[in-house]
C-alpha cells in the first residue's frame, strides 16, 4: 500500500513538474534564431590582408553554425533569401605577464570582427571585440601558432556572440 502511494505521488511531481515547464513560455534561442534568418543562407567572409588563411577558418565555422545552431541550409549567393557578411577587422597583441628575463610568457589578443545579416526581416549589423588570454613559450614556431590559435579562438568567440545578438533581435521581435 505504502508503495503504490509513493507511485502516485511521484506521478503527481512529475506531472506538475511538466505542467509547470511548459507553461514558462521557455523557447530555446534556436527558435528565435530561425524568426530572423530564413530557410537558405549564403555566407560571405571577407578576407582580410594581414590573416588572409583565417577566412577559409571563419566561413567553415559559419557553416558549421547556420546547419547546426538554427537548421538553416546553405546555398549560393543567387539562390539564397539571406546573406551573412563576416569582416575580420585585426587583432591586437598586448603582453600581460613577463619571465625574469624580460620575455612574454602570457599575452591578450583583442580580435576584432564586424557582421552584418541581410533578411527578408532586416538588417543587423554587429561589431564585436573579443579577447583571448594564452600562454607563450619561447619557440618562435610554437608562438605564431599559439598566435593563430588566438585569433581563431577569439573569431570563434565573436561568431557565438553574433549569433546571441541575432537571437535576442528574434526575441524581441516576437513580442
Keep these: 500500500m505504502n508503495s503504490k502511494k509513493t507511485g502516485i505521488n511521484f506521478s503527481l511531481v512529475v506531472l506538475a513538474l511538466l505542467f509547470l515547464i511548459s507553461g514558462c513560455g521557455y523557447k530555446p534561442s534556436t527558435h528565435y534564431t530561425k524568426e530572423i534568418f530564413d530557410d537558405s543562407v549564403y555566407v560571405d567572409v571577407t578576407v582580410s590582408r594581414a590573416e588572409p588563411e583565417n577566412a577559409?577558418?571563419?566561413?567553415d565555422a559559419l557553416h558549421q553554425m547556420v546547419i547546426t545552431r538554427f537548421g538553416g541550409n546553405i546555398a549560393p549567393r543567387a539562390q539564397a533569401q539571406s546573406v551573412i557578411t563576416?569582416?575580420?577587422n585585426g587583432t591586437t597583441f598586448m603582453p600581460i605577464s613577463y619571465d625574469a628575463n624580460g620575455y612574454i610568457t602570457r599575452y591578450r589578443a583583442d580580435v576584432r570582427m564586424v557582421f552584418v545579416a541581410k533578411t527578408s526581416k532586416g538588417t543587423y549589423k554587429r561589431s564585436i571585440t573579443t579577447y583571448v588570454e594564452e600562454d607563450i613559450r619561447a619557440s618562435s614556431a610554437l608562438s605564431s601558432a599559439l598566435?593563430?590559435?588566438?585569433?581563431?579562438?577569439g573569431m570563434e568567440k565573436a561568431l557565438d556572440q553574433f549569433l546571441a545578438f541575432v537571437s535576442v533581435q528574434g526575441a524581441i521581435g516576437m513580442k
Excluded at 56 to 59: A, G, I, L, N, R
Excluded at 147 to 153: L, M, N, Q, T, V
Design 86 to 88: 563576416a569582416s575580420y
Design 56 to 59: 577559409v577558418y571563419v566561413k
Design 147 to 153: 598566435r593563430i590559435e588566438a585569433i581563431r579562438k
